[in-house]
């Protein structure tokens, strides 16, 4: 008996491989494909209506499971093998250490935002923006203009003895949108390791070290200077640089 579920267990698996390993039937028609691939084009439906579309056209793949998995439990190997297909057919996206990071950075320069008295909004589109900061006067009236903010954090910041300031690579793409923008941009980097933030008025940058822009191919290296710590304060005076 023991033998014979596993058997037959197996047996109605491989012949359910090879069919769907074959050409599915599926209502648009036939197609080729593998397992996987067929699943995977079926994810843009519900999990369920792809479960059921396979049992429509073979037969119930829980059926099969069962099979095996009464023998194996007898075993005491059982693998847990529809935990794994069930894994796999719910492929969520993933929370990764970079959007962490990411979100401490941007949570750090809100907070100097906030004790300043201002508001960050965030900008969830990223064409070279990460926030906009509306600033307010000592009677809480919000002010004409904002500035807006680039923020980039890092595990690894690295200083340059010799520019006295921390790297960090910038686009020529952002670098041209941010040059001929009459609006106050705010690049931001984010030491994660020592929680602490350096900035850099990039348009200011540029007119000062008289960056030739044609000159730059893809990624251009800027140092933000050791002295630019990211407080409040400095949130004031980006306030003050746009409202000259």
Known sequence: MLYGFVLLGFAQLIAFYNFLSGSVRCGAGWMGCSQLEWLVKNLGQSCVQAKQK?????????KILEFIEV???KWGVWLDFSFQINERLHMRKRRTREHIVADLGYNHFEKHVLLAG???TKITSDYGYDGLVNTFDSNGEIEHNFFLMQVKSTENIRFSPKHNGFEINLSKRDLSHWLFNPIVVV?????LKEEIAYYLHIQDYIYKNKLDYDSINKFIQVYLPAQNVLTFYAVNYFRSAKNP
């Open 54 to 62: 396979i049992i429509w056209e073979f037969m119930d793949f829980g």
């Open 71 to 73: 023998g194996l439990r």
């Open 118 to 120: 201002h508001v960050l």
């Open 187 to 191: 690049v931001v980097l984010f030491d």
